[in-house]
């Protein structure tokens, strides 16, 4: 791989500038001149590029698997990462499980360090921007064994903002020793629809103030370990019952709630110096009223986000492969009116080429100046500066080994998941259980997929951490929608167990079923919910009742312990819970949560 030299060399001192200027955004701008004299000497194609965060396939920048390969192709037109970014020039790259990016922390450093050499190979090369989505609960692109930790809604259960900056510093170290320097986290969207499909346990909760505390306190810990964070999804993605992913949300909130709702958490980042922020593609039309999604509206990006807000780090879209930006305008105008808009990187087209060409038409038949284009790499080069990319753009294994998923920092999550388990119904104090009346368990529910790489499936892991602390515990999965035989088959197993535990994933009427005749068995039921604390609402003849609020490793083994009474229930709720039948009606307000002591 190249020296540090030829690195140093390739961008002009810019490296040894930064160097003294650290993190502190205050100092950005002093150096504007030696990034300003970087952008000049780049070609138009490589201005376009520049702006682009592109998904690739395969754990290796140059020797992908076939399968990869095969995907690369079809989707991007070339054969690997290192292709990519010869041919677009591109100044980021986002991590996927899916796409196979991450199959282990020694595997991901070499990969980013493939890309890296890749790129700074070029002519006039610059550092790649290397990002991915490790929000932590449900959402997480690297699994173990790196150190996984309770999601957003779980922490905001706990409460505590030392949490979350501890959650930011583990996570960031751990990220930045892998080569991935952007995280798009913390969520700052205040989840106050009970039905949201997209975001409910990814965000803290639904008070605004208790969540931009927390969204400040994570930004702390991310960037305080050298790894951009990422305010998302603005202007706020907390009310609508539509994904927008698979459609077009509309938020009807007012300008005047927007302003003491939506708009405190990202106040909140900008105050904290946040790194980036992320566009949500959502109609709102209090804020614009033309119909167009946020991404790419002018009035929310530049008038709100820049000018009202005063921000003027990098704005980043969501994947412009989501429905949501994509209902209006085609996949060739949406990065030209997103660029119009105010953002800087355009992340993920659907496909690259249509995207990249449409920019480069843009700007040489006028619609788009090169002085645009290169405002927003301005923006992009300083955040790169800032987190050392031209001076150090390199990992190395005795960092991976040294940093990621070390025993203290397992040990950190768990002492952190502990604090996060809320405990709603205890009826006749049935929790804790006790082992002498009760060591038999059976260990029921839904077995969703595991979300971020964590072992699971969620049935097993709790049968498993039961059976360490003294139960004998038998895990059967039914599912997130057992059928008759199903059901039957768990109230067979129940009569033969002192006491059965039932995972609840966003509950389902068949869910429903399946409680119901279990609780009529007598034997004694304990219900956790490993998704939405909103199941409570639909379970009143449930004795005992617990949310975790994800179906991660470490959240249930942390309700595993709850429940065997060798921690105690600390969390309380984040969100209100509303009466199943009367909507209207609070069931169990913010901040409710019961105590082993009464």
């Known amino acids: 791989m190249p020296s540090r030299r030829t690195v140093l060399a390739a961008t002009a001192g810019v490296a040894a500038s930064f160097a003294v200027s650290g993190t502190a955004h205050a100092d950005d701008k002093k150096h504007d001149h030696k990034l300003r004299s970087l952008i000049s000497r780049m070609t138009l194609e490589e201005k376009v590029g520049q702006l682009f965060v592109m998904r690739v396939y395969g754990h290796s920048a140059t020797a992908p698997d076939q399968a990869d390969v095969d995907a690369n192709l079809k989707e991007i037109g070339v054969r690997t990462a290192a292709e990519m970014i010869a041919r677009y020039r591109v100044g980021g790259i986002i991590y996927f499980t899916w796409a196979h990016n991450t199959r282990d922390p020694h595997q991901i450093a070499d990969l980013s360090n493939g890309i890296q050499q890749a790129s700074l190979r ?45 959650l930011g510093r583990i996570a960031g170290r751990e990220l930045r020793a892998i ?54 999804h603005f202007p706020g993605h907390g009310d609508t019952a539509v994904d927008s992913h698979y459609g077009f949300p509309v938020i009807t909130h007012s300008r005047e709630l927007w302003g003491k709702l939506d708009a405190v958490p990202f106040r909140a980042a900008i105050r904290a110096g946040i790194d980036s922020i992320m566009t949500a593609h959502i109609q709102f039309p209090a804020l614009d009223a033309s119909g167009d999604p946020a991404t790419l509206s002018h009035p929310i990006v530049t008038g709100i986000l820049r000018g009202e807000l005063g921000y003027d780090g990098v704005v980043v879209t969501d994947s412009l492969g989501m429905e949501g930006v994509r209902t209006k305008y085609g996949d060739d105008r949406v990065p030209v009116l997103a660029l119009k808009a105010g953002v800087d990187q355009l992340l993920n087209p659907p496909s690259l080429d249509v995207a990249w060409n449409a920019v480069l038409m843009a700007v040489q038949g006028g619609e788009l100046t ?12 300083r955040l790169k500066a800032r987190l050392r990319l031209f001076e150090g753009p390199y990992v190395g294994h005795d960092g991976v080994t040294r940093t990621v998923g070390t025993p203290a920092h397992l040990a950190e999550a768990d002492r952190i998941a502990e604090r996060t388990t809320t405990l709603l119904v205890n009826e006749g104090r049935l929790l804790p259980l006790n082992r002498g009346t009760h060591r038999k368990l059976l260990v029921v529910g839904a077995d969703p997929a595991s979300p971020s790489g964590t072992t699971g499936p969620p049935t097993g892991v709790l049968a498993a951490a039961l059976t360490e602390l003294g139960f004998t515990a038998t895990a059967l999965a039914t599912g997130t929608a057992p059928s008759a035989a199903t059901v039957a088959q768990a109230v067979a197993a129940a009569r033969d167990a002192d006491a059965v ?35 409570v609402a639909q379970l009143p003849t449930v004795p005992a009742y617990l949310a975790a609020y994800s179906w991660t490793d470490v959240e249930l083994r942390a309700a ?17 819970v509303q009466r199943a039948d009367d909507p209207a009606k609070v ?12």
């Open 370 to 381: 090169e002085a645009r284009l290169d405002e927003s790499i301005l923006r992009i080069l």
């Open 501 to 535: 535990i039932v995972g609840t994933y966003n509950i389902t009427a068949a869910q429903r079923t399946l409680v119901e005749q279990l609780v009529a068995t007598g034997r004694p039921v304990v219900a956790v919910a490993i998704r939405n604390p909103y199941d």
């Open 560 to 576: 595993a312990r709850v429940i065997a009474g060798k921690a105690a229930p600390r969390g309380r709720l984040p969100v209100p």
């Open 587 to 598: 069931l169990y307000p913010v901040g409710y949560g019961l105590s082993y002591g009464r």
């Open 179 to 232: 080569g991935i320097r952007q995280n798009y986290s913390p969520v700052a969207d205040v989840n106050v629809n009970p039905a949201n499909p997209v975001i409910g346990v990814r965000s803290f909760g639904s008070d605004a103030d208790a969540v931009a505390g927390l969204v400040a306190a994570e930004v702390a810990g991310y960037q305080g370990a050298g790894v951009a964070a990422t305010a998302k």
């Open 122 to 166: 070029q002519p006039r090369g610059l550092p790649v921007l290397i990002s991915t989505d490790q929000e932590h609960g449900i959402v997480c692109r690297v699994g173990e064994p790196a150190t996984l930790f309770p999601g957003a809604m779980a922490i905001g259960a706990g409460g505590a903002r030392k949490d979350a900056r501890t």
